[in-house]
Each structure stands twice: as C-alpha cells, then as structure tokens.
C-alpha cells in the first residue's frame, strides 16, 4: 500500500507525463503505481483524467492541436492498459455515463472520434467504440446491449452524414430515452435540429462537457 | 437581372486579381457532383477511366447550372493512389484509402515512397486528360483550376492520418525526406495541367489551419513544399488558389509561402474574429472563393435559405472584387443540383458591380 504522499507524487508525475506527450513515462510511471500498490483508481482518475483535462484545456486555447493530443492520448492509453486492470470502482463511488460511439456508415474519418474516445475514458466513462464505416443497425444494436446513456454519431462528409436522419429514429424507436450526440464538419445546430438530434459539440472538450450535463439530466430523470 | 458582360474565364480572372468585373462570380465547387450528369456511378467517376464522360458530365453541369469555372478535383486519393496506396472506390461514396491496410505501415516506409511520372501514372493521367479535354470544350470561356493535394495531405492518405500526424513529431526526418520526393511529382503534376489547359492552380493545404496543426508546424513541414509548387505556377503565369476548409486558417502563412491570388474557404483567417473583419484585414490583399456552408446550406437550406446566405455573403465580399461566391468546401455530391444553380442564380441577382 502506497503511503499518500507517495501516491501523489505518482499521481503529479503521471500528469506530467501526459501532458508532456512522454509515452514510455506514462507506462513506466503507472508500472510503478501498482508495484507501490497505489489505488489504480485514483491514480487513473487524478493522474490521467487529470492529465487529459489539462491537455484538453490546452486543445482548447489552441496551444496543443491534433498531433500533440494524439500523442498525448497515446501517453494515456499507454498507462491505462497497465492500471485498468487493477481499478476496482470504489464502494459508493459513482460511475461516469456509457457511450456508444462510432463513424457513420461510408465514412472513414475517424481522427475526431478516436480524440473523442481518448477524452472520454480518461474521464472515466466507458466507452463502446463501435470504430468506422458503422452500419446503422449496429448503434441499435450496441445501444441495447450495452444500456448506454449517449450514443455519438461521427460524419466527415455529407454522404455520410445523411445516414443520422435515418439511424436516430431507428435508436430512438428502442430507446426513447437515450441521448444522442452527432459531430464532424458538416454537422451544424440545423443538422442538429432538423435530423431530431439532442446536441452537437464542435470538438472534444466541448463534447465531454455537453455529454456530462446530458448525464446529469437523465439521472435526475431515473432518480426522479 | 442585368445582362452578363463577361465570360465566366474573364469574370474569375476579374474578381482574383482584383480587376472589374461585371458581377461577382458564382462557382460552387461542382466536382463530384458532375458524375450525375456523366452516366457515370460515383465510384466510376473517381477513377478516371472513361475521360470523355467526365468531359461532358462537367460540361452539361456546366450548361444546366451555368457556373463560372470548373476545379480538376475528382478526390483527395488522386496523388496518393498513383504513389501506390490501395484506394477503395465505393459506388455511391468518395473515394478513401483503404486505412485497414495502410500503404506506409510505419514511420520506417516512407522511404519506399517513388518518384513518378504524373503524366503516365493512374489517375493523375487522367486529371490532366480531363483538363486537356475541358480546356478543348470549354477553355476559352470558362475557369479551368487544376488541383493538386498538398504534400502532406498526400502523405496522411498514404500513412493514415493519426500516425501521419505521431510521426509528424516522433519522427520529422523521416517525414520530411518524403515530402521532398512528393514535392517533385507535384511540380510536375502542377506543369502538366497547366500545359493541358489549366488557367490556375488550386493547392490544397488542409492541415494550414487551426483545426489541425500548429502554425509553427505547419510552417515548418509544408510551406517549402507551397513555396515550391506554387513558384512554379506564378512563373507560368498562371493564377494561385488554396483550398482549406479547416477552422481558423492560416493566412498570414498562405502568403508569405504562396502569394496566393485567392484562398477557397470555409471559415475565417485564424487572426480573425468574424466575416467582416476577415474582409476589412485580408479582403484587399487575398481574394475569397467561398464560403456558403455546404452542409446546412447548400445541401439541406431551403431556395430561401439560399438565396439569404449567398445575398448576405455579396453584401459583404463583393465590394472591391476579390470574391468569387461559392461553397466553402466541395458541392456535395449528393446535393440537390438545383442548389448550385441557385447559388449561381443569386450571384447573377446580387452580384453585379454598378
């Protein structure tokens, strides 16, 4: 058992190493997390989702852009592989939401959503990654069987984007509750509107942020 | 609605170098979207094997929609598939490559990358074939605008994006010994259809913009290789365009590299907050080819919608020319056509310089 002071020094490093984009640190940092016996956790919690939270601020402010968030992301996932393993969710800890995600059928783009996939698991949400070129059937699907509170719809190119119009009344005809979240380049408020969506993000930051307010609502709806 | 004084060569050429016209010109990017006109499936227009068809798809576009100019884009596969990188040409969709089997598997295999010959390799052959037949049919009266993907646009399509852009910062030497040999074949690329017919050439620069990389990187790994094509065309004589679509674009970099006549965008300059400042600091010096949203607009908007967005975009780009109304991106192949004849239809309507 780690003492906390060594925990924290853990957790301060790990953040460093994903913010600095240092990848092997990342794995070597969280290797020695466990062999200290630190909580996986809330190593992963404060360390990586902290980390991310960080590089996601950074994306934001235009300071870090896509190469840098993706190897910041890789750092992540280098470090995660080590400690998902050992996470036990705590006792009256709650869980963040589920999400369906995936590239709309015919669409092959899958940068934003694999950015989106990254920011999403750092912050503890686990995340049903359907991949690209998705047939439709398959979000009904993966929805159903997985409960997800939010299933997010990616298009790069109006070929593809026309698929949401169909694929949302599919996924809400079994699931009415479910909230639905569509991005890419030509995905606007209109489309948003005019396809029967619930919300779009412009960019991964502002996704996560929507997709915790859409959380919030729908367990207050069950709690209600 | 006045009578047109110009041809649309001469209305283009007007409006980019800043000259007058007499109305301002409306040129959505039809490209894809000319395969409904040739008999053609989607997937057997982007693969360029049947030239003739594509010559009258683009000039029956032409005659139905009645744009000033026509852009030799077919994809953004064209370079990379003539390097060797596998291509999948679905039917009804853009072509793509095929990222589950990516032609540069690693950082390592960018050294496999060739010169070739753009006049005797694939699709790149037939780029040039198509200007050539236009330039024939239509080169005395309508803007032909060669395409050329930039460098490291041909790359990301090679390697795939994501790794593309790892190795962009792991490993930059690797990268950059490709970019030169890519270069190369883009100079020539740009030379034959400039000698085929093509009155400009538009580079695309994707990542040049906030969406993607860092203005440093951007600089870094691309502008030599704009400089480089872009030399090239000034010295035939020949008009400079850039397509981004991305957010926040790099114009300040687009000029010191290219000294572009014209950028064909989506959004505003990164330096920028909005469409009117846009014009008030880049207006005089770069022309605009845009920027009506092909999405919501162009492709979902009502004829009102339309109208409303394009009157909306001449009320603030027209004045001093340097402004050719079109999409910010490519018309979307699947769009209504009418659209793009609507756009053209209110360029006529509000367009026109007293």
């Not at chain 2, 390097?83 to 540069?104: I, S, W």
Request: aromatic fraction near 8%; charge should be negative; charged fraction near 25%.
């Amino acid at each position: 058992m780690a003492t906390k002071e060594k925990e924290q020094e853990l957790i301060k490093r790990l953040q460093d190493a994903i913010i600095n984009y240092k990848v092997a640190d990342a794995k070597k940092i969280a290797e020695e997390a466990v062999a200290a016996g630190a909580d996986a956790y809330t190593v992963t919690m404060e360390g990586l989702a902290g980390g991310m939270e960080v590089v996601s601020e950074k994306f934001d402010s235009h300071e870090y852009f896509v190469p840098e968030t993706l190897l910041c992301a890789k750092a992540l996932y280098a470090a995660l592989d080590v400690l998902k393993p050992h996470i036990k969710l705590q006792a009256g800890g709650v869980a963040r939401g589920q999400v369906v995600l995936g590239v709309m059928q015919g669409d092959v783009h899958d940068l934003g959503k694999n950015i989106i996939k990254a920011i999403f698991e750092a912050s503890g949400w686990t995340v049903h990654d359907l991949g690209r070129d998705v047939p439709l059937k398959r979000f009904v699907e993966e929805q159903l069987k997985t409960d997800s509170d939010i299933v997010m719809l990616s298009a790069m190119m109006t070929t593809s984007m026309v698929g949401i119009k169909k694929l949302i009344p599919m996924i809400k005809e079994k699931n009415p509750k479910v909230k639905i979240m569509i991005g890419g380049a030509p995905i606007t408020e209109k489309t948003v509107e005019e396809y029967g969506a619930d919300i779009t993000a412009d960019n991964a930051p502002n996704a996560l942020k929507e997709a915790m307010k859409m959380l919030e609502t729908l367990r207050k709806g069950k709690a209600a | 609605m006045a009578q047109d004084e110009m041809n649309g060569l001469q209305r283009v050429a007007a409006a980019l170098t800043f000259g007058k016209p007499d109305r301002v010109p409306g040129a959505p990017l039809v490209c894809g979207a000319s395969h409904r006109f040739s008999g053609l499936s989607y997937g057997e227009w982007s693969q360029c094997t049947d030239v003739d068809a594509m010559v009258q798809g683009h000039v029956d576009a032409l005659d139905f929609i009645g744009h000033d100019g026509v852009v030799m884009l077919v994809d953004l596969t064209v370079e990379a598939h003539a390097f060797g990188c596998e291509v999948k040409f679905p039917e009804m969709n853009t072509a793509h490559p095929n990222y589950d089997d990516p032609f540069l598997k690693s950082y390592k295999d960018y050294k496999k990358i060739q010169r070739i010959d753009p006049r005797k390799t694939q699709r790149m052959k037939g780029v040039i074939e198509l200007t050539a037949g236009l330039s024939k049919q239509i080169g005395g009266t309508h803007a032909i605008v060669g395409f050329v993907y930039g460098s490291i646009g041909v790359l990301s399509m090679m390697r795939g994006p994501e790794a593309f852009f790892m190795d962009l910062l792991e490993h930059p030497a690797e990268v950059m010994e490709a970019v030169e040999v890519v270069d190369e074949v883009l100079i020539e690329y740009a030379k034959a259809q400039l000698e085929a017919g093509a009155h400009a050439i538009c580079y695309d620069h994707l990542y040049a913009s906030q969406s993607i990389l860092s203005k440093e990187l951007w600089e870094k790994v691309e502008g030599n290789s704009v400089k480089r094509v872009t030399d090239v065309v000034h010295k035939a004589g020949a008009l400079v365009a850039f397509h981004n679509c991305g957010n926040g674009i790099y114009f300040d970099m687009s000029e010191k590299w290219g000294k572009p006549h014209a950028i064909s965008h989506a959004y505003v300059a990164d330096d920028v907050d909005s469409w009117e400042e846009h014009k008030a600091k880049w207006g005089g010096k770069i022309g605009t080819i845009g920027w009506i949203p092909p999405g919501p607009v162009a492709m979902l908007g009502t004829p009102e919608e339309i109208e409303e967005e394009c009157k909306a975009e001449i009320e603030i780009f027209a004045p001093g020319a340097g402004f050719v109304l079109s999409t910010g991106c490519e018309f979307p192949p699947n769009a209504p056509l009418r659209n793009a004849k609507r756009i053209v239809e209110a360029a006529k309507k509000y367009g026109v310089y007293k």
